[in-house]
């Protein structure tokens, strides 16, 4: 994989990047559970979700779960608080002026009751106490993945085999069986970094699919190149993986190696974290070799299974 007698090589260490994972998974409880009910959650007072109490907790106006603060009209009709903040100080149902009444009781029922998650139909067969149902759907592992396609918002969701087919058939993704790659990216325009969002390609192996990603952007006032990995998959299998990256030309070489990173973390805050191989467009030129007015790298790598490195040294 690295052959010795390149003059220039250069390992970039893996920066910046652990400090960031946990950030999209602390925002969900922040919102809509205010602290005091988590005070709830660890208790034993749970009524299994019996429908009819489950159906007084849907919003009659807009049909969600509501969560405190639960809002009734003077004559009881509830509502949720999204939509007392929409309707004008005017219930829904009988029209009459709405005010600021908490429907407490509601709100403390709403405490002892232990719901399915949201995904149950896709597999998640867990049961959980109504104020922390929330915080588990979003990290729940039968959660949709977002598409993983970058350059524009992709708004389709789904298991990674409709994922895997949705790439192909909607985004003419290249698909490739193997864990090595060798990748050539040709521009005439090397100067175009604004919008030069490359085609994403999907590399079947180990049984799973991961996302290899090459663009080009600004980053602070230098237009560089970056290419990264993303598996498709959740965090915690993510990280049994480490891949590689080396692009070079002009006998010298950079080397990235690094772990990929799961779907679950959008491809712009990846990017944004820098958690990839990143090649300045200088030095990019320069491996493209010729007069420096096309771009021509050859990106080399290779994904593996961290145990079965183990495996390897230890024999
Ligand atoms: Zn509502
Ligand atoms: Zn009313
Ligand atoms: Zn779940
Ligand atoms: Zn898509």
Redesign the pocket.
């Known amino acids: 994989m690295a052959p010795g007698g390149s003059t220039y090589k250069e390992v970039l260490e893996s920066h910046s990047t652990v400090t960031d994972y946990d950030i999209a998974m602390t925002k969900a409880d922040t919102n809509l559970t205010p602290a005091k009910t988590t005070a709830g959650l660890g208790g034993k007072k749970g009524i299994s979700s019996p429908n009819g109490v489950h159906e007084l907790l849907e919003?009659p106006?807009?049909t969600?779960l509501?969560y405190p603060p639960i809002y009734q009209c003077p004559s009881g009709h509830t509502?949720?608080s999204?939509?007392k903040s929409r309707v004008h100080n005017c219930c829904p149902t009988c029209r009459h002026e709405l005010g600021d009444i908490r429907c407490l009781a509601l709100e403390k029922v709403a405490e002892s009751l232990e719901l399915p998650c949201r995904y149950q139909s896709l597999g998640c067969h867990d049961i959980f106490p109504y104020y922390s149902k929330l915080k588990h759907e979003q990290q729940c592992r039968f959660h949709p993945y977002n598409c993983p396609y970058a350059g524009f918002e992709c708004s389709v969701t789904g298991d990674i085999p409709t994922l895997v087919e949705h790439l192909k058939g909607d985004h003419k993704v290249d698909m490739h069986d193997g864990c090595t790659f060798n990748h050539r990216y040709v521009k005439s325009n090397p100067q175009e970094v604004e919008n030069a969002t490359w085609m994403l390609t999907v590399f079947n192996c180990f049984g799973k699919q991961f996302c290899l990603h090459f663009e080009a952007f600004q980053l602070g006032t230098a237009p560089v190149y970056m290419a990264f990995l993303r598996f498709m998959g959740d965090d915690n299998e993510a990280k049994k993986f480490s891949y590689s990256l080396e692009v070079g030309g002009n006998s010298r070489k950079l080397i990235w190696q690094g772990v990929p990173r799961s779907i679950r973390d959008s491809h712009r805050k990846v990017r944004d974290s820098q958690d990839g191989l990143i090649i300045q467009r200088n030095l990019a030129l320069y491996f493209s070799g010729g007069d420096r007015q096309e771009l021509k790298l050859r990106v080399t790598g290779r994904i593996w299974k961290e145990s079965e490195l183990w495996k390897d040294n230890g024999c």
Do not use: A, K, P, T
Request: proline share 0%.
């Open positions: 919003c106006v807009c969600s509501m509502l949720c999204n939509c």
